[in-house]
Every structure is written in structure tokens, then in C-alpha cells.
């Protein structure tokens, strides 16, 4: 013998209200479990509900148990896994965000570079927190804080600073005279 699904506890929900809160669902997969449960209050038997919404059959007893313990709260609750946890603790992203925007990897002792790059930051977090990290990792790490690549600038063996003084004084001047079409 069979057994068929019961919404032992409704919570004041009828069909129309069911069906109205279905429809107002952004998320298809959470419309889909309010659906579930208007066709169990229906009369539908749950191997005919996982057939119309193209469900299994446990997801539709699951829904039906969640809905007859709490309610619309518990059917429509979705819980995430917590993450990986972090390489770096608060203090730590803090210290290396400061690192990157105030100093080079001169400044800091590794090395005579001029820029920061994954390959410095990864040398960096080995030695100062004992930390391995992939350089794609480093990049997503980077993405996240909002920093973005860019190429790194250099300046030219031979060039006059004096000339290079005057135009960057000649393009100020320029920019308080003509009209507001610089960005």
C-alpha cells in the first residue's frame, strides 16, 4: 500500500494564496517547491507532482515535510555551504592590502622590483605568513579587494627630467585653462 503525501498543517495557506506566492517567486527553484506544495493540497499524490515539475520524488517529500514543520519559512529557507576557509585572517589581508597600495616590493625587501605581480605576492605570503598560494588563487584574492592589472609603467634610461618637468607643469597649465573635456 502506498503512502500519500498530507500537508498535515496548511498555516493558514490555501491554493489561491499558493499559487499567487508561486507566481511571485524570482528564484525558479523555490517556485518550484511552492508548486509542489499547492498540488499536494490539491490531491495530487507525490510521484504525480515530482512527474509535473520534473522533480524526485524525495524532493517532493522533503519539500512536504518542511512545509508541515515550519511552515512557508522553512519550505522557502536555503541554506549554503559556509566557504573554504580563508588563507589569510583579517589582520593579515589588511597588512598585505597596505603593503601593495602603500610600498613596492622594493621598498618591503623582496627583491629590486618596481611593481607588485602574483609571483612577488606569493614569495611575499610564503615568507612573512607561511602561507602557498597558486598565482591564479593570488589573482582572484586580488580581484576580490578590488585591485585590478594593470601594466607597469617605466621610465625612459635618458630622458631629461627638467623637460619632463615642463611639460607635466605645460599639461596642469592646460588643464586649468581649456574648457572641461578632461577627464
Request: hydrophobic share 35%; glycine share 6%.
Amino acid at each position: 500500500m502506498r503512502k500519500t503525501l498530507q500537508i498535515t498543517n496548511d498555516y493558514g495557506w490555501t491554493v489561491e494564496r499558493l499559487q499567487a506566492c508561486e507566481r511571485a517567486q524570482k528564484n525558479a527553484n523555490m517556485s518550484k517547491r511552492v508548486a509542489a506544495i499547492r498540488l499536494v493540497m490539491q490531491g495530487y499524490m507525490g510521484l504525480q507532482v515530482a512527474q509535473l515539475l520534473n522533480l524526485h520524488r524525495h524532493s517532493v517529500s522533503s519539500y512536504v515535510q518542511k512545509f508541515n514543520e515550519g511552515g512557508m519559512d522553512a519550505l522557502l529557507e536555503r541554506r549554503y555551504a559556509p566557504g573554504k576557509k580563508p588563507y589569510l585572517s583579517e589582520k593579515e589581508e589588511t597588512q598585505l592590502k597596505n603593503m601593495i597600495l602603500m610600498s613596492t616590493p622594493a621598498q618591503e625587501g623582496f627583491g629590486v622590483e618596481a611593481y607588485w605581480d602574483t609571483r612577488i605576492i606569493q614569495h611575499v605570503l610564503e615568507e612573512k605568513w607561511n602561507v602557498s598560494m597558486t598565482r591564479y588563487g593570488i589573482t582572484k584574492m586580488l580581484h576580490l579587494w578590488g585591485f585590478r592589472y594593470t601594466c607597469p609603467t617605466y621610465t625612459l634610461k635618458r630622458a631629461n627630467p627638467r623637460k619632463q618637468q615642463e611639460f607635466q607643469e605645460h599639461v596642469q597649465e592646460l588643464k586649468k585653462t581649456s574648457p572641461k573635456t578632461w577627464c
